[in-house]
């Protein structure tokens, strides 16, 4: 046989073409397992970490049980369960829907059942009042591969805001209120967002605590690496199980006359104390032990002085230079207070945020003021409110006028 002038012996070509075959099948077995052989890069998975039992359903037994829960599911009127990537979130709305609208974020240790009684009496003023669990607190769910730092917490009170049927987004649709850690939750969420936000109020808040208040034992605590993670989580929820004198929202301090575990919850008709909610907490929500320890080890807690408050500081001032939106933060503080040291509180704020970015209020009491002071705390918390908008509009008033003075002026020179 001839193939281009040469000369090919039949067993020469049935080898060749052997050849030729078995090397298309490699190829073509290479081209087919290829995928399964190149690594796929893939987003990480958020593992959620769930809450034992969400609420009643519609039997009778269950509601029975329900009510002797110390933080029943259906509280508040308005709850629903807000389905999210990080897992569900429990969040209660009522109060008139033509009413100025209010949001409340509770503190690291007891969930939005702490709220109540500022939220009702804001709702017997004529608010509109929104309130939820933090993850990993009450009824919300926590993820478990995630810090507990101020974008996660950013991020759930975006949530929350787009979970309602009416509008809670745009400019100046809302005032905001945060009590201990969710003072400064709500501070870091103005410093970004201040557009939004109608007031900014903290009430006892973290954020500017000096880190002289933090005791050898915490900084241990909520070190890594120096003790094994699960020995650090039992010795938490030791810590966190209730007890005269110790406290989930306070890591350090006494809170005077009550000890803070036996603190009264007055939320609509129930009352009972933060002990029984905390402990209630500890065996219904797997993910408060890690969600507590992250959130202190994360979040905008300690010496935010040159950081998150700063932020919001330049933020207050160049609203106040526009005489538009909000121009400073209402801070609630207790005059016995043991962590939010009235003193040290305001030096500290009136040094960051300047004396025209903040107004401060003092109410007699210890740091859970807003759980058992709530109406105390809204009268001072409207009066700073009212306050501001006079203020404002005085500044845009003055604005308006040196704005209108200056495109006079630019007219006249265009003439000339």
Request: glycine share 8%.
């Given at each position: 046989?001839?193939?281009?002038?040469?000369?090919?012996?039949?067993?020469?070509?049935?080898?060749?073409?052997?050849?030729?075959?078995?090397?298309?099948?490699?190829?073509?077995?290479?081209?087919?397992?290829?995928?399964?052989?190149?690594?796929?890069?893939?987003?990480?998975?958020?593992?959620?970490?769930?809450?034992?039992?969400?609420?009643?359903?519609?039997?009778?037994?269950?509601?029975?049980?329900?009510?002797?829960?110390?933080?029943?599911?259906?509280?508040?009127?308005?709850?629903?369960?807000?389905?999210?990537?990080?897992?569900?979130?429990?969040?209660?709305?009522?109060?008139?829907?033509?009413?100025?609208?209010?949001?409340?974020?509770?503190?690291?240790?007891?969930?939005?059942?702490?709220?109540?009684?500022?939220?009702?009496?804001?709702?017997?003023?004529?608010?509109?009042?929104?309130?939820?669990?933090?993850?990993?607190?009450?009824?919300?769910?926590?993820?478990?591969?995630?810090?507990?730092?101020?974008?996660?917490?950013?991020?759930?009170?975006?949530?929350?805001?787009?979970?309602?049927?009416?509008?809670?987004?745009?400019?100046?649709?809302?005032?905001?209120?945060?009590?201990?850690?969710?003072?400064?939750?709500?501070?870091a969420f103005a410093a970004y967002h201040s557009h939004m936000v109608r007031s900014l109020t903290a009430v006892c808040p973290g954020g500017l605590v000096r880190k002289s208040h933090i005791s050898w034992q915490s900084r241990l605590m909520y070190s890594h690496g120096l003790l094994p993670e699960w020995l650090l989580q039992r010795w938490m929820r030791s810590r966190l199980e209730p007890q005269h004198g110790q406290s989930a929202d306070v890591p350090e301090g006494d809170e005077g006359d009550v000890h803070f575990d036996d603190v009264q919850i007055t939320a609509g008709k129930s009352s009972v104390k933060v002990g029984e909610v905390i402990g209630?907490?500890?065996?219904?929500?797997?993910?408060?032990?890690?969600?507590?320890?992250?959130?202190?080890?994360?979040?905008?807690?300690?010496?935010?002085?040159?950081?998150?408050?700063?932020?919001?500081?330049?933020?207050?001032?160049?609203?106040?230079?526009?005489?538009?939106?909000?121009?400073?933060?209402?801070?609630?503080?207790?005059?016995?207070?043991?962590?939010?040291?009235?003193?040290?509180?305001?030096?500290?704020?009136?040094?960051?945020?300047?004396?025209?970015?903040?107004?401060?209020?003092?109410?007699?009491?210890?740091?859970?003021?807003?759980?058992?002071?709530?109406?105390?705390?809204?009268?001072?918390?409207?009066?700073?409110?009212?306050?501001?908008?006079?203020?404002?509009?005085?500044?845009?008033?003055?604005?308006?006028?040196?704005?209108?003075?200056?495109?006079?002026?630019?007219?006249?020179?265009?003439?000339?």
């Open positions: 046989m001839s193939l281009y002038g040469q000369h090919l012996r039949p067993d020469k070509l049935s080898r060749r073409g052997t050849a030729a075959l078995a090397a298309a099948a490699c190829l073509s077995l290479y081209l087919l397992v290829r995928p399964a052989l190149s690594p796929v890069a893939k987003s990480p998975k958020t593992n959620i970490v769930r809450v034992k039992d969400r609420g009643a359903g519609a039997d009778p037994e269950d509601s029975e049980k329900s009510a002797a829960v110390p933080y029943p599911p259906e509280l508040f009127p308005g709850g629903r369960d807000v389905e999210t990537v990080y897992g569900t979130i429990r969040v209660f709305e009522w109060g008139p829907e033509e009413g100025e609208k209010v949001l409340l974020v509770h503190g690291i240790g007891t969930p939005c059942i702490a709220m109540g009684d500022m939220a009702w009496e804001l709702v017997r003023k004529g608010y509109r009042v929104m309130l939820f669990d933090l993850f990993g607190r009450g009824y919300s769910d926590g993820p478990s591969d995630t810090a507990y730092d101020e974008c996660l917490y950013t991020t759930q009170i975006l949530l929350v805001l787009a979970s309602s049927s009416l509008s809670w987004t745009g400019a100046s649709s809302f005032h905001l209120i945060g009590y201990s850690l969710g003072g400064a939750l709500v501070a209630w907490q500890l065996e219904a929500n797997p993910a408060f032990v890690d969600s507590y320890m992250s959130t202190i080890r994360y979040s905008p807690i300690y010496d935010q002085h040159d950081k998150m408050w700063a932020v919001l500081s330049k933020k207050l001032a160049a609203n106040r230079e526009l005489g538009l939106g909000l121009q400073r933060v209402c801070v609630i503080l207790g005059d016995k207070d043991a962590l939010i040291v009235k003193d040290e509180w305001i030096e500290d704020t009136k040094a960051v945020l300047g004396e025209d970015g903040v107004d401060v209020r003092v109410i007699p009491g210890s740091h859970s003021i807003a759980i058992y002071k709530g109406k105390e705390v809204v009268d001072a918390a409207i009066s700073s409110w009212k306050s501001s908008r006079r203020r404002n509009g005085r500044s845009s008033k003055n604005s308006g006028s040196a704005s209108s003075s200056e495109f006079r002026s630019k007219k006249n020179r265009h003439r000339n």
